[in-house]
């Protein structure tokens, strides 16, 4: 279960760098407390990657194992371009719910909303599909001394069990975006509200195309 958090955690922390996510949670930071937004960032969350993660796990397990390399590869390219070209969020967004409801309600609402269809909850899909497998097992066949290291920190697709994988999956997408998040108000209020967007964009874009291919090379070399 290890190995699966640490994969969704990075990577979806990664994927938030100046993702609309971030910069709604700025928007709402600008409205209520960091603590009420992060709470309601981390129970709307949770909630979308839940089901996500169980819809993810589920198309997994009916894709041949020695294509899903293939497929994560390709979608994670996917992702790079999707962040190279940016996105943006719009001040109804934060709005949604801020009348009628406590600041912790309506922050969860916004973020519920903005979440589905977006790119993070595609890649927590993709992640509970095949969390790194080809590419970890690639890894370790480099050579003893990568092997040793992988397993001595509890990483690798072997033995990790359907409720190990769903869990990590889900807890570590979750809070790899809340902290991303929680970076992101912080930062903002220090640089007043304005972040590098568009290094945090190529920096983030240029991540998962390595990665995509990454996972591509090990599929082949795999196999």
Not at 178 to 186: W, Y
Request: proline share 4%.
């Amino acid at each position: 279960m290890t190995y699966v958090f640490a994969v969704a955690f990075v990577l979806i922390l990664i994927g938030e760098l100046a993702d609309k996510s971030q910069l709604l949670a700025m928007s709402l930071a600008c409205r209520y407390k960091a603590w009420q937004v992060l709470i309601g960032i981390f129970i709307a969350t949770f909630v979308v990657h839940f089901f996500t993660t169980l819809f993810g796990q589920a198309v997994g397990g009916v894709i041949p194992p020695d294509v899903l390399p293939y497929i994560t590869g390709a979608l994670f390219i996917g992702f790079g371009v999707w962040t190279l070209r940016g996105d943006s969020v719009e001040d109804a967004e934060a709005d949604r719910g801020r009348n009628r409801f406590g600041p912790i309600v309506a922050t969860g609402i916004a973020f519920f909303l903005a979440e589905l269809g977006d790119k993070t909850q595609i890649m927590t899909m993709t992640i509970a599909a095949d969390p790194g497998t080809a590419l970890v097992t690639y890894l370790k066949s480099v050579g003893p001394a990568v092997q040793g290291f992988i397993e001595s920190l509890g990483m690798g697709p072997s033995g990790v069990s359907a409720a190990g994988r769903f869990w990590g999956v889900t807890l570590g997408s979750t809070l790899g975006m809340v902290l991303a998040d929680a970076l992101a108000i912080g930062v903002g209020r220090l640089l007043g509200r304005n972040l590098p967007e568009k290094t945090l964009r190529v920096v983030s874009g240029v991540f998962f195309i390595l990665f995509g291919v990454l996972a591509i090379g090990a599929g082949l070399l795999g196999g």
